[in-house]
């Protein structure tokens, strides 16, 4: 999906589509924090979050747009989908044209404010007082907020602005794909021990463990 032509085509689309529609980085990052969070979202559970507020919970609402729009809008989502899962996820950001010399920089503002708003829509489910989690979460702040940003780059020593700003957006991919590892890990060791522990304490010294035929 995330082509430069079809994102172009996508971008493009949801500027016509609302006034109020979000911009394609910004949607992105809502959706590759409603599939990597503790609670993965469908499809038309994005989109109605993103586009369609006021139908929420209704089934196939997105029939409401335009097809070619919701073809690209469910491409993306599914290619996200793939790509967090087997940790080849890259944010789709908005890039501004330097000149000659200093080519393109990317801006991850919308993508990551994208992110945080899904987040702040489940702020229970995030567990946002586990450590790991705002250790994840700490380069999505840092690009979104712009004074957290600076507060941050001022405590550095070795490293300017520039460089701090692309140190960040290099471990989105891995803050996404880390994302799902944490909130997807299930505690097998534990319930093998446990149920180790119920086996020993049904057994009775000197009686073999008998076996229904």
Known sequence: MQSDELCDE????LASADETAPALDELHGYMSAALCGPNALSFSECVCALLLPDAAGEEDSEC???????ELL?????????????????PVVSCEQGGDEEGDSADARQWCCGFLMCVEGSRERWHLENSRVLELLTPIVLLAEEREFERAAA??????????RQQLLEELPGSVCAFRKLFRKKPQARRAVRTAARTAQKRRPGRGVVKKM
Do not use: H
């Not at 409401?64 to 919701?70: A, M, N, Q």
């Not at 405590?155 to 701090?164: K, P, S």
């Open 155 to 164: 405590q550095l020593q070795g490293i300017d602005a520039g460089g701090f």
């Open 74 to 90: 469910r491409a993306l989502y599914e290619d996200t989908k793939r790509s967090i899962e087997d940790g080849s996820f890259a």
């Open 10 to 13: 996508l971008d493009g689309l």
């Open 64 to 70: 409401e747009l335009p097809s070619r729009l919701v």
